[in-house]
């Protein structure tokens, strides 16, 4: 079992920058892949970035160049650095957790809004 509690959400300008951090607890971090995903309105949710156990990572093509996935598994925390945010960039960002020998194990956290006026 896993926790994930998102936070870092905020209003920011186009062009302004947030860190989105993902705090988790309940099992030991390296037995998960970590990702953040994206829900707008009226829109599915989107994967945005993945990093596995082993730190590789993936992202987005609409991402790519300006955010970055981390993991400090001391710390128990992911993060998504967000530079150079544009008002598409809105929605509510999620992160998960998928067991990395059992990928039916998914666990959510409850989402942190962003919002990118123009």
């Known amino acids: 079992q896993v926790q994930l509690v998102e936070s870092g959400g905020d209003s920011v300008q186009a062009g302004g920058s947030l860190r989105l951090s993902c705090a988790a607890s309940?099992?030991?971090?390296?037995?998960?892949?970590m990702a953040w995903y994206r829900q707008a309105p009226g829109k599915q949710r989107e994967l945005v970035a993945q990093?596995?156990?082993?730190?590789?990572?993936n992202y987005a093509d609409s991402v790519k160049g300006r955010f970055t996935i981390a993991r400090d598994n001391a710390k128990n925390t992911m993060y998504l650095q967000m530079n150079s945010l544009k008002p598409e960039d809105t929605a509510v960002y999620y992160c998960?957790?998928?067991?990395?020998?059992?990928?039916?194990?998914?666990?959510w956290g409850q989402g942190t809004q962003v919002t990118v006026s123009s």
């Open positions: 990093i596995t156990s082993g730190g590789s990572t």
């Open positions: 309940g099992s030991a971090p390296m037995i998960y892949h």
């Open positions: 998960s957790a998928e067991h990395v020998a059992r990928p039916q194990l998914v666990y």
